[in-house]
């Protein structure tokens, strides 16, 4: 993002930080969201896989879309996929995107 002189470049990073459990934290948004997809889908091992997203600044379509191919990887993979945490922003475009229910359920 460009503004003031200024220009900011936004991070994701995602990391194990226990087996089965997931942090995700900084910006997912549309600069990031590619590069989320990927470095999420490196961490999928099997069985049941939780994601804290409470450390996720930012929330648009593109978080939600993130948070739904990372969801089919895992289903397809036989993995049963949790999200904690989920930011506010996100769980609204769900919602008027009638997909709420695809981010509360494993």
Same mark, same amino acid.
């Given at each position: &993002? &460009?503004?003031?002189? %200024?220009?900011? !470049?936004?991070?994701?990073?995602?990391?194990?930080?226990?087996?089965?459990?997931?942090?995700?934290?900084?910006?997912?948004?549309?600069?990031?969201?590619?590069?989320?997809?990927?470095?999420?889908?490196?961490?999928?091992?099997?069985?049941?896989?939780?994601?804290?997203?409470?450390? !996720?600044?930012?929330?648009?379509?593109?978080?939600?879309? !993130?948070?739904? /191919?990372?969801? %089919?990887?895992?289903?397809?993979?036989?993995?049963?996929?949790?999200? /904690?945490?989920?930011?506010?922003?996100?769980?609204?475009?769900?919602?008027?995107?009638? !997909?709420?229910?695809?981010?509360?359920?494993?």
């Amino acid at each position: &993002r &460009r503004g003031q002189g %200024a220009l900011t !470049v936004a991070t994701f990073a995602i990391e194990r930080s226990a087996p089965g459990w997931l942090v995700a934290r900084g910006e997912l948004s549309f600069e990031t969201a590619a590069d989320a997809l990927r470095a999420g889908l490196q961490l999928f091992d099997g069985g049941e896989c939780s994601i804290d997203l409470a450390g !996720v600044s930012h929330g648009d379509s593109a978080d939600l879309a !993130v948070l739904i /191919e990372w969801l %089919a990887h895992a289903r397809q993979r036989g993995i049963a996929l949790r999200y /904690e945490h989920v930011p506010a922003q996100i769980t609204a475009i769900a919602r008027i995107s009638d !997909v709420d229910d695809l981010l509360t359920t494993a």
